[in-house]
């Protein structure tokens, strides 16, 4: 089967690429890239799908995904998580290893896969636990685990606050060639804390998390890097110190990566007032000063990808007390056009944009995708870049609806997401 | 100050009418709202027009004969979720002076499974048609959550450490009768600031009306960026009472001395608890006040809070019956306007 996504605006982050053209995909794999439209239309032995000069990029890669599949499928399956990745334009996500059970084991891991493949509507490269239970006393089974494929390593919500288990995990997994991923927050100074610390909290009368406990964790990560020298990756950076920290590692060369969020750039810590618990996230939305860093760290490439940071919670876990409350929001659906907002209002060009959010998460996982390669896997999104919107979650194909960003107005809309070649969504079915 | 209160006062005694049993409303703007969830937000004619409307149930309450029946056939129902006496027996009876019917529930915070059954219960409770929800939560926030899934009046009787408006509203009213007004004073109140939601509702309702306030405590119990509330900041005890027509204490909860806010209560006692010799510094006719129950030689020296002259806290309780009571009365004629 061969099929020619024609008259479209090409963009492949991993070359520069950005031009008008056709792309031309044969048996799943990506055969051929025209940097022009093709016009004589009737010479073209092919399947024609006129992209109405709409955005065709590589399908998103998201390195940071909860799934509630084993343990709590009523909040979200592999499913419906697949079904909402690809809603959202997203051909490639990791899953973390915090479900129930959690992923600490090879059995498990291989469960996580079995199930995906059985979808079969993503990729889907699992992590796996650092520490078993994610209790983080004990490193799990690297080895074992990465052969199995375990796509890197992390502790899910949880720091590895223990600086000899982290320096142990980041020595031993280097054997592995896999990335250690962390949460990266002080357990203590975060304790009890449901919302950034500051004017906010305080007349909420809610105990605050200060982003210091963000930076501090950071930190002392660096010196376990640079004693190590494995690859270590800081998951959904909020504070502009840690984004300084990461910056400053960056110049002394160390293998360091971060990705942040939708959340830390779109939204401050204004958006708990109300108590607002789909506001409640981890780490907390922070300043607006921090806010403004998280953009201008994307902008310049201290923060190397954006993640959705996905974390599905029905009502009886939000619809409580805020300080009761878990954090976490759903992500899927809104990475795109929340993260474009970045391009409409002029802080990043979209071909950059674009590299946060295929090519450099999947390097970073070391991954074959988000890329335009020919003799690749057919994995594409085609989006409208100006087509307005706004966030409806009546609409979401995730079997959870708690956004922060409900009825948000947004410009830009996935039109179709190709997997394999296969359309495996199409906004107008 | 003093004497246009007198003739404000006078004035309402004049114009209470028979069957309602306060003045009539005259102003539809003023307070119109059903719930009293915290001070912020109010302003400075709602809190006025609040604590007027209080002044006349202090005299009502100092009648041989304190029954009204303005709430007759009204249900209103005490939930807390935390336990208190003086604030619930306090709303008990301000509800009972008022002719309705009150049922005290008091749900022990261990039994409840956090969160989901406290939905249900707020939506049993609401299947019974009460008429006013007081309810006490130990989580910020709470109380504006329930205030959202019942259909009748909420009260917030104190939610975690976020608000507490009708200790605010009867301190307010204490002030204002001793001193006869509220703006420009000095008020300097000490203690666990972190963890007071009557310290938030006091420097909200303080602030609305003019007055400054000054937070006096150690910085480990002083909640981040409070400054910004538009508060002075003292860690010293001698200098941050300098001067002061008012002292709030504040209670220190045992449980403190655990986890490194203070090391010990004798500690805290020497350096922010209140004692003659500290006192000397404010002003010779400041007063003194505490939320209660107090912890004597902990925060407070038994002296100090004896000294009939100058503690004002067996008065606040006496406040606080006829605040509620207004609170109340005010909530349900609110109901009648729609």
């Known amino acids: 089967m061969t099929t020619l996504y024609n008259n479209a605006r090409l963009l492949d982050p991993a070359s520069g690429l950005d031009t008008m053209g056709a792309l031309l995909v044969h048996e799943g794999k990506i055969v051929k890239v025209s940097e022009k439209v093709f016009v004589d239309l009737l010479q073209v032995d092919a399947d024609i799908v006129d992209c109405k000069e709409r955005c065709l990029a590589p399908g998103l890669v998201d390195m940071r995904v909860q799934m509630r599949e084993p343990g709590n499928e009523h909040i ?64 799990t089974e690297f080895g074992m685990l990465a052969d199995s494929g375990a796509v890197a390593f992390t502790d899910a919500k949880y720091s590895v606050s223990n600086s000899l288990v982290m320096r142990r995990a980041l020595s031993y997994a280097s054997i592995f060639k896999r990335t250690i991923v962390q949460h990266p927050e002080d357990p203590y100074l975060a304790s009890k804390g449901s919302a950034n610390e500051g004017e906010i909290a305080t007349r909420l009368g809610l105990s605050g998390i200060p982003s210091i406990a ?39 060369g160390l293998p360091v990566t971060c990705e942040t969020a939708p959340p830390y750039f ?41 993640a959705s940071d996905h ?12 300080s009761q409350a878990v954090s976490g929001a759903v992500g899927l659906e809104t990475l795109l056009p929340i993260s474009l907002e970045l391009v409409h209002t002029k802080a990043m060009k979209l071909i950059d944009l674009l590299h946060r959010l295929t090519v450099a998460p999947a390097r970073i996982l070391g991954l074959p995708y988000g890329t335009l390669k020919l003799g690749g896997d057919a994995d594409l999104v085609i989006f409208d870049l100006n087509r307005i919107d706004k966030v409806t979650p009546e609409r979401f194909a995730s079997k959870s609806r708690n956004t922060p960003f409900d009825k948000r107005p947004i410009e830009g809309r996935v039109w179709r997401t190709v997997y394999r070649g296969n359309v495996v969504y199409d906004v107008e079915k | 100050m003093l004497i246009l209160a007198i003739i404000k006062y006078d ?20 307070y119109p709202y059903h719930h009293l969830l915290g001070i912020d937000g109010l302003t400075r004619v709602d809190i006025d027009y609040l604590l007027n409307r209080s002044e006349w149930f202090v005299e009502h309450n100092r009648q041989m004969d304190k029954k009204c029946t303005s709430l007759q056939g009204r249900t209103i129902i ?50 019974m048609h009460p008429d006013v929800l007081i309810v006490r939560h130990p989580e910020s926030g709470e109380v504006q959550l329930l205030s959202e899934k019942v259909k009748c009046s909420v009260i917030n009787a104190g939610d975690g450490s976020h608000e507490h ?102 500690e805290y006692f020497r350096y922010f608890g209140l004692d003659t010799k500290k006192l000397k510094t404010a002003k010779p006719n400041a007063l003194i006040m505490h939320p209660g129950p107090m912890n004597r030689g902990v925060e407070i020296d038994s002296l100090v809070a004896d000294d009939i002259k100058r503690s004002l806290i067996r008065e606040q309780v006496e406040m606080g019956v006829a605040v509620r009571m207004a609170v109340l009365d005010l909530l349900i004629s609110n109901q009648a306007k729609i």
Do not use: W
Not at chain 1, 311 to 322: E, G, L, T, Y
Not at chain 2, 81 to 92: D, G, K, L, Q, V
Not at chain 2, 207 to 232: D, F, N, Y
């Open chain 1, 76 to 139: 979200e399956t592999m499913y419906s998580a697949q079904k909402a990745a690809v809603a959202g334009g997203i051909t490639t996500f990791a899953p973390l290893p915090n479900t129930n059970p959690i992923i600490d084991d090879v059995s498990l891991l291989e469960f996580v896969q079995r199930r995906a493949l059985e979808i079969g509507l993503a990729n889907v490269h699992p992590y796996a636990a650092i520490t078993k239970g994610l209790r983080g006393s004990e490193i």
């Open chain 1, 214 to 252: 963000e930076v501090i964790m950071v930190e002392r990560d660096l010196r376990l890097v640079e004693l190590t020298g494995n690859s270590y990756h800081a998951a959904h950076l909020s504070t502009a110190a840690a984004i300084e920290a990461i910056r400053q590692a960056k110049k002394r």
């Open chain 1, 266 to 306: 779109a939204l401050n810590e204004d958006a708990i007032i109300g108590y607002r618990t789909f506001a409640r996230l981890s780490p907390p939305l922070r300043s607006e000063q921090d806010r403004l860093a998280v953009v201008a760290g994307l902008a310049d490439g201290t923060i190397d990808a954006i």
């Open chain 1, 311 to 322: 974390d599905p919670h029905d009502h009886n876990r939000k619809d409580v007390p805020f």
């Open chain 2, 11 to 30: 004035l309402m005694i004049k114009v209470i009418s028979q069957n309602s049993i306060i003045p009539s409303d005259h102003n539809h703007q003023v």
């Open chain 2, 78 to 127: 005490n939930l807390f979720f935390e336990s208190s006496t003086r604030t619930r027996t306090s709303f008990e009876l301000a509800s009972k002076r008022l002719g309705s019917d009150v049922i005290n529930m008091s749900v022990e915070s261990s039994s409840i499974k956090k969160g989901e059954s406290l939905i249900d219960t707020a939506m049993t409770l609401n299947a």
């Open chain 2, 165 to 266: 408006p009708t200790q605010a509203l009867l301190d307010a009213l204490t002030i204002r009768r001793r001193k006869g007004y509220l703006e420009g004073l000095e008020v300097a109140i000490c203690g666990d600031i972190t963890h007071s939601r009557v310290a938030r509702s006091n420097i909200y309702l303080l602030l609305i009306m003019g007055a400054r306030v000054r937070l006096v405590a150690p910085p480990t119990l002083l909640p981040s960026k409070i400054e910004r509330m538009g508060v002075e900041i003292h860690h010293n005890m001698k200098s941050g009472i300098a001067g002061c027509d008012i002292i709030m204490m504040l209670r220190l909860q045992k449980e403190r001395t655990r986890g490194s806010f203070v090391p010990s209560a004798r």
